[in-house]
């Protein structure tokens, strides 16, 4: 069974600060996806990472999957309050993303 | 352009007693999934459907059924509910699966049962 972890699981932190959030897991994914929740709404797709060792910006976003496609970070720059969310990871299977638990960021003013 | 819908948005319903959930997507997307959302346990998959007239179980199946008689929508049945099922439930579809494939939302259900 393929499983994906994320972690930490909660992150509250102040406005301005750093932060990385991790997603990992003992299978080899040929793609993994990072999507953002808000309260009361589906998830939204962030980016999509393929290659190994891949890099990808999105504004104040970074994200990397690993060399050997098991892993993947999301790290951002300067929070904002906007970056308030759940961010969640996914690996892409035949049919199927396989989900980790998430992480609630909370960005406070 | 409205993307994902599912109907309904709320509800309440008694120990036993049996619903649908409605799903409906105008993307002409060839699968559709429907998850459930619990706190700390990240999206489960329920079923899924990768097109019109076939379904597959996902992870936790057990206590529903779904159908997709037509492309755009799947439907999720809840036979006779239980208080374990109380959750959100969202609805997604995509162009197909593999390595590119973006999934596509609803505003999802939120379900408890009581």
């Known amino acids: 069974t393929q499983l994906l972890e994320q972690s930490p699981q909660f992150l509250s932190i102040q406005e301005g600060e750093n932060l990385t959030v991790y997603c990992n897991s003992s299978s080899v994914f040929s793609s993994l996806q990072w999507y953002r929740q808000e309260p009361g709404e589906g998830p939204v797709l962030l980016v999509t990472?393929?290659?190994g060792g891949e890099v990808k910006k999105l504004k104040r976003l970074t994200f990397q999957f690993g060399d050997a496609r098991k892993d993947s970070s999301l790290h951002i720059t300067a929070a904002q309050p906007g970056d308030t969310g759940l961010y969640l990871c996914?690996?892409?299977?035949?049919?199927?993303?396989?989900w980790g638990a998430g992480t609630k960021l909370i960005i406070k003013p | 352009n409205a993307g994902v819908t599912q109907t309904p948005k709320f509800r309440v319903l008694k120990t036993g007693q049996s619903m649908t959930l409605l799903c409906a997507q105008d993307?002409?997307?060839?699968?559709m999934y429907w998850y459930r959302q619990d706190p700390g346990m990240g999206l489960r998959l329920i079923h899924y459907?990768?097109?019109?007239?076939?379904?597959a179980k996902g992870e936790v199946p057990d206590g529903y059924n779904v159908s997709r008689l037509k492309k755009q929508n799947f439907l999720l049945g809840l036979e006779s509910a239980a208080p374990s099922q109380t959750s959100v439930y969202f609805c997604?579809?995509?162009?197909?699966?593999?390595?590119?494939?973006?999934?596509?939302f609803g505003q999802g259900t939120r379900l408890t049962v009581v």
């Open positions: 997604a579809s995509s162009y197909r699966g593999g390595r590119n494939t973006e999934a596509f």
């Open positions: 459907s990768v097109g019109e007239g076939t379904t």
């Open positions: 996914a690996g892409a299977g035949n049919y199927q993303l396989i």
């Open positions: 990472v393929v290659t």
């Open positions: 993307m002409n997307h060839e699968y």
